[in-house]
């Protein structure tokens, strides 16, 4: 049942992300066997060339309904074009004050997108390198399937 469940539930992620003009970057990694150890890292390279424009920037997390938290803590390390390194630490709530979870959810998994970075510039072309990390306190957090990046352009809201 959640291997029929998760196949659906790819397929229209990829119907829906194939419909996307905004979309500059969008890739999930799996975590294997739902066990992420807080040594290893989900990394992500990304090249840029337009510095132009201003862009939004997500952390996708798919998780079971069995994940024991109401969030996570991750940290981002960023390595720039010029081989800068910046560190940042973000806590993507999963659920809410009830416990209820908050995304799309299909059987027994769930998909949250978490906004980081709301209308910035990379300040510089060239490639980018994301590894990121769970920073939670425990040294094996079950449950998580994926996580995931997207980059997309910054679009304001019309009044």
């Not at 066997?33 to 890292?41: A, F, I, L, M, S």
Request: glycine share 4%; net charge neutral.
């Amino acid at each position: 049942m959640k291997i029929r469940s998760w196949i659906v539930f790819a397929l229209i992620s990829i119907v829906l992300l194939s419909c996307d003009p905004n979309r500059v970057y969008d890739e999930y990694k799996e975590i294997p066997k739902y066990t992420w150890n807080y040594k290893e890292n989900v990394n992500f390279n990304i090249n840029i060339e337009d510095t132009t424009i201003l862009y939004n920037m997500y952390i996708n997390v798919r998780h079971t309904s069995d994940y024991m938290f109401s969030n996570l803590y991750l940290f981002i390390d960023i390595k720039y074009p010029d081989n800068k390194i910046s560190r940042d630490t973000v806590e993507c709530v999963l659920a809410d004050d009830r416990g209820r979870w908050l995304g799309e959810g299909l059987g027994g998994m769930w998909d949250s997108k978490i906004l980081i970075k709301k209308s910035f510039k990379f300040n510089l072309s060239g490639e980018y390198k994301f590894d990121i990390y769970q920073a939670m306190r425990v040294d094996d957090l079950t449950d998580i399937m994926d996580i995931g990046l997207r980059i997309e352009k910054y679009m304001p809201k019309k009044k």
